[in-house]
T-cell receptor, first 117, second 112 residues
Framework: SQTIHQWPATLVQPVGSPLSLECTVE??????LYWYRQAAGRGLQLLFY??????ISSEVPQNLSASRPQDRQFILSSKKLLLSDSGFYLC????????????????FGEGSWLTVV | DAKTTQPTSMDCAEGRAANLPCNHS???????VYWYRQIHSQGPQYIIH???NNETNEMASLIITEDRKSSTLILPHATLRDTAVYYC?????????????FGTGTRLTIIP
């Protein structure tokens, strides 16, 4: 079966410090990978998605970047954190190809709480 | 993707069926209806999805109206562990990259 791991679970960082959140998926190959952010009291916002190694698409301009150095590894980074970067960050994956009629859907990790102080 | 409208919050007595509505009046023919839920401080959990037929799995049932402009998620026997925020999403069935756009969902509280 497939699993998704995301770490660290919680992080408190000062303004201006760097950030690195890591996500790995096991039990599948060439997955589509996603980073979402959820600000307090709001819905989920898609930040980045990737359909393959080195292929990153950004959904919103921001202080963050993403990288996919390996097939099942997705990293969210920042060189200098802002207070507004605080939130709940979620990594997600989906099996490439297939269709909803075959049960293909997006699955989420447990999330990382980031507090910028 | 089509926009969805859900009530902000709902209560349901433990052991009763919880019926969560969702309006998606602008849904197009190739868009599926998905439901996820998010328990506090955890990642969203997939529940069920459907295109036009009603669907049932071990977690819930999904009832989609004939015109597909609305749907209802049914938790047949709600327990305290079903307290969560429930998200209704519609999306196009792409075979390549795809995105899910989550709104603010319905906060369901199961009352003992």
């Amino acid at each position: 079966s497939q699993t998704i791991h995301q770490w660290p679970a919680t992080l408190v960082q000062p303004v201006g410090s760097p950030l690195s959140l890591e996500c790995t998926v096991e039990g599948t190959s060439n997955p589509n990978l996603y980073w979402y952010r959820q600000a307090a009291g709001r819905g989920l916002q898609l930040l980045f998605y990737s359909v393959g190694i080195g292929q990153i698409s950004s959904e919103v301009p921001q202080n963050l970047s993403a990288s996919r150095p390996q097939d099942r590894q997705f990293i969210l980074s920042s060189k200098k954190l802002l207070l507004s970067d605080s939130g709940f960050y979620l990594c997600a994956w989906k099996r490439a190809g297939g269709s909803p009629s075959s049960g293909n859907t997006i699955y989420f990790g447990e999330g990382s709480w980031l507090t910028v102080v | 993707d089509a926009k969805t409208t859900q009530p902000t919050s709902m209560d349901c007595a433990e052991g009763r069926a919880a019926n969560l509505p969702c309006n998606h009046s602008t849904i197009s023919g190739n868009e599926y209806v998905y439901w996820y839920r998010q328990i506090h401080s955890q990642g969203p959990q997939y529940i069920i999805h459907g295109l036009k037929n009603n669907e049932t799995n071990e977690m819930a049932s999904l009832i989609i109206t004939e015109d597909r402009k609305s749907s209802t998620l049914i938790l047949p026997h709600a327990t305290l562990r079903d307290t969560a925020v429930y998200y209704c999403i519609v999306r196009v069935a792409n075979f390549g990259n795809e995105k899910l756009t989550f709104g603010t969902g319905t906060r369901l509280t199961i009352i003992p």
